[in-house]
């Protein structure tokens, strides 16, 4: 059986403006990518960070996503925002720390039951307490696609060298797991937390047996509002997908 083709998601951390997300956009698709994320909704560790453009960075996504064909993946912090969001939305994001919230994931079953959800694993979370997320969403009739991330868990590494550990084991482990019939991708930004070992991790995360990887990326010579530090450039994102394609298809 062939495999299906590799699931590339990249875009920036939050949308900012709308020209920074048509601008990125662009890009995005210009080197074969169906998959555009952003965030609208932010949930920022700081509350004085940045929290994303809310209502108004949902619009422009839906306005890159008629202009560019994009499939938009967002993400959803609040059931409050579920019926705006999944207007927009072609996947729905349910974040690392959202992943233990029960609630939420119900009324994603019950409202947003045909919307494939892309579900990251919690940074702390063990492989019964993923399992037991993805039965929240099913056993309130959720009945789309549900794609797990692994953006990396907490340790000891504890900022070191990284922001959080890209637990590969994991994904080598569900993939093997045959009761396990989700695909799972690599989130390498949020795990590397720097820009220059983002490359690396992609490679790593695919040969560990991925289905794909969710990147960030930015505009070259500007600073993202989030997350900046670990945004690579687009021509590096060409650079890592190539690489990515062909330890895939090994
Ligand atoms: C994100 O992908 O924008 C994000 C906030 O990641 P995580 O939930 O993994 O921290
Ligand atoms: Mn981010």
Redesign the pocket.
Same mark, same amino acid.
């Given at each position: 059986m062939s495999k299906q083709k590799p699931l590339f998601i990249a875009g920036p951390?939050s949308v900012e403006s709308e020209e920074q997300i048509i601008e990125i956009a662009k890009k995005v698709k210009k080197l074969g990518i169906d998959y555009l994320r952003g965030?609208a909704y %932010?949930?920022r560790t700081i509350p004085d960070s940045f929290q994303g453009l809310g209502k108004k960075g949902l619009d422009f996504l839906k306005k890159v996503k008629e202009k560019t064909g994009l499939r938009i993946v967002t993400?959803l912090v609040s059931p409050e925002h579920i019926e705006e969001v999944i207007k927009v939305a072609d996947v729905v994001?349910v974040?690392? /720390?959202n992943m233990y919230n029960y609630e939420l994931l119900k009324e994603i079953g019950k409202r947003a039951s045909k919307k494939p959800v892309l579900l %990251?694993r919690g940074m702390s979370a063990t492989k019964k307490e993923l399992i037991g997320a993805i039965g929240y969403l099913k056993k309130h009739g959720h009945k789309a696609e549900i794609i797990v991330c692994e /953006?990396g868990i907490r340790t000891f590494s504890n900022g070191e060298y990284d922001r959080f550990t890209l637990d590969l084991s994991f994904v080598a482990d569900l993939k093997k797991d045959k009761k396990f019939n989700y695909r799972i991708i690599i989130?390498p930004s949020?795990a590397a937390g720097r820009s220059d070992i983002v490359e690396n991790l992609s490679f790593a995360g695919m040969a560990a047996g991925a289905d794909g990887l969710m990147i960030e990326v930015k505009r070259e010579g500007t600073t993202a509002l989030s997350d900046d530090a670990q945004a690579i450039t687009l021509k590096k994102l060409k650079y890592i997908l190539k690489k990515s394609e062909e330890i895939y298809a090994l």
């Open positions: 951390c965030g %932010k949930p993400e994001q974040g690392s /720390r %990251k /953006r989130d949020h």
